[in-house]
C-alpha cells in the first residue's frame, strides 16, 4: 500500500514561488495517476495538476495553467508541484493524491483518488 508524505509548504510573499514535493512510501508509483489538489476551510477540494506515471500525461486546471508545473523523478519516487506567481488567494492546504490508474484520463475530482497525503499548508501574503 502507497502511502503518500507531502512537503515544502510555508509562507512566501505575494508573486514568489515554492516547489511541493510528494513522496511515496511502502511502493512505487508505477502504474499510478498522482494529483495535486488544494482545500481552503469550507470550500471543496480543489483539482490543481495531475501527472500519470507511464506515459508522462499532464494535465492542469485552468486557474493554475502557466504558472505552476507537475513533474516527477522516478529514482527518487516523488512527484512535485513547483508554484510560481503565487497569489494571496491561493493560501490553503495542499495535497497530493494518488489512484491506480486504469486508463490515459487525468483523473480530476477528488472522489477518485484513493490515496492521499496528509496535506501542507501554503500561505501567501500579500
Known amino acids: 500500500q502507497v502511502q503518500l508524505v507531502e512537503s515544502g509548504g510555508g509562507l512566501v510573499q505575494a508573486g514568489g514561488s515554492l516547489r511541493l514535493s510528494c513522496a511515496a512510501s511502502?511502493?512505487?508509483?508505477?502504474?499510478?495517476?498522482v494529483g495535486w489538489f488544494r482545500q481552503v476551510p469550507g470550500k471543496e477540494r480543489e483539482f490543481l495538476a495531475g501527472?500519470?506515471?507511464?506515459?508522462?500525461?499532464?494535465q492542469y486546471a485552468d486557474s493554475v495553467k502557466g504558472r505552476f508545473t507537475i513533474s516527477r523523478d522516478n529514482a527518487k519516487n516523488e512527484v512535485y508541484l513547483q508554484m510560481d506567481s503565487l497569489k494571496p488567494e491561493e493560501t490553503a492546504i495542499y495535497f497530493c493524491?494518488?489512484?491506480?490508474?486504469?486508463?490515459?484520463?487525468?483523473?480530476?475530482?477528488?472522489?477518485?483518488?484513493?490515496?492521499w497525503g496528509q496535506g501542507t499548508q501554503v500561505t501567501i501574503s500579500s
Open positions: 493524491a494518488a489512484v491506480v490508474a486504469t486508463d490515459w484520463r487525468i483523473a480530476t475530482a477528488p472522489s477518485e483518488y484513493k490515496l
Open positions: 511502502g511502493s512505487t508509483f508505477s502504474g499510478y495517476a
Open positions: 501527472i500519470r506515471w507511464g506515459g508522462g500525461i499532464i
